[in-house]
């Protein structure tokens, strides 16, 4: 079968939060979902590594004939993304595209707050590159004033290694909610600003007071997706829509597999590629 299916990339199985969302929104579209394993975490990756491995991936995506790609990782949308879409695409590939989940989330946040005040909570290489503060600043229209941000180094392995509610995961999560609560008493919105966050969100929500949102991505990034389609029906007639849904790894299937059900709520097939 000829199909034209949406990519979607991550840096592991943290993507797969972002995947299930968008599944849920377009069930008809074909998927192909990319976690490159055996190269995770990217999160503490400096920028060329993060933008060479990136851009690896979405070229792989499109000799597998996607016409949109979508980069889950939000280090790989804060360092990556710029770069392939304005020196990389032209050259590569002018009448394709790639989308992150930093620009969903800063349109998302822009409408949500009523103080202004927001708060991003990412790993080290997404706090580092500053990408939240300068796209809040670009893009919310003045509705956001401030933003603070906490990298969470161990929340990633909390998730990964599956010790989510237990002690550990509980002190480490209880530390950086308190720590970016104490830098701006003001905050209204808080951003998972990683894949993996949502898993974490009954321990997140005992520690962040009620009257702050808090912004899930994989939602809010269906949501926009379906938005762009529409000003884009170029794009939306392209794709091949029979339902398919293909997981692939560069780590071995089995170690997939086995993680994959965790994030997606159910057993997955997938098979190693390499690119
Ligand atoms: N997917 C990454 C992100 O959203 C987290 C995992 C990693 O560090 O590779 O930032």
Redesign the pocket.
């Known amino acids: 079968m000829n199909t034209a299916p949406i990519g979607v990339f ?3 199985y ?2 797969l939060t972002v995947l299930k969302e968008l599944i849920k929104t377009l069930p008809e579209h074909d998927f192909i979902y990319l976690g490159d394993n055996a190269r ?6 400096s920028f060329e590594v993060v933008y060479e491995y990136t851009l690896e991936a979405v070229k792989y995506l499109f000799s597998q004939n996607c016409p949109l790609v979508i980069i ?7 360092k990556a993304l710029r770069n392939i879409q304005q020196l990389d695409l032209p050259k590569v590939a002018p009448d394709r595209r790639v989308l992150g ?1 930093i620009r969903p989330s800063v349109e998302a946040v822009s409408e949500i707050t009523k103080t202004g005040h927001v708060g991003i909570l ?2 080290v ?2 706090v580092t590159s500053e990408s939240y503060p300068i796209e809040l600043e670009k893009w919310s229209g003045g509705s956001v004033v401030a933003t603070v941000q906490e990298a969470c180094p161990m929340w ?1 392995p909390i998730v990964e290694n599956n010790e989510i509610g237990t002690e550990g995961a509980e002190y480490f999560i209880k530390r950086h909610i308190l720590n970016i609560l104490a830098k701006d008493s003001e905050m209204d919105t808080l951003v998972l ?4 966050y949502p898993l974490l969100i009954d321990t997140i929500r005992k520690y962040v007071p009620s009257h702050i949102n808090i912004v899930e991505q994989g939602e809010i990034t269906a949501g926009k997706l379906v938005e762009y389609l529409h000003r884009h029906p170029e794009m939306e007639s392209r794709l091949s829509k029979n339902a398919l849904l293909e997981f692939q790894t560069t780590e071995s299937a089995v170690n997939f597999e086995s993680k994959a059900a965790l994030f997606m709520g159910e057993k997955v097939e997938a098979v190693h590629v390499r690119f």
Not at 40 to 45: E, K, V
Not at 193 to 196: I, L, N, V, Y
């Open positions: 991550d840096s592991g943290g993507g995770t975490p990217y999160g503490t990756r889950a990782c939000n280090t790989a949308s804060a989940v990412g790993t290489g997404t990633v600003g990683c894949t993996h």
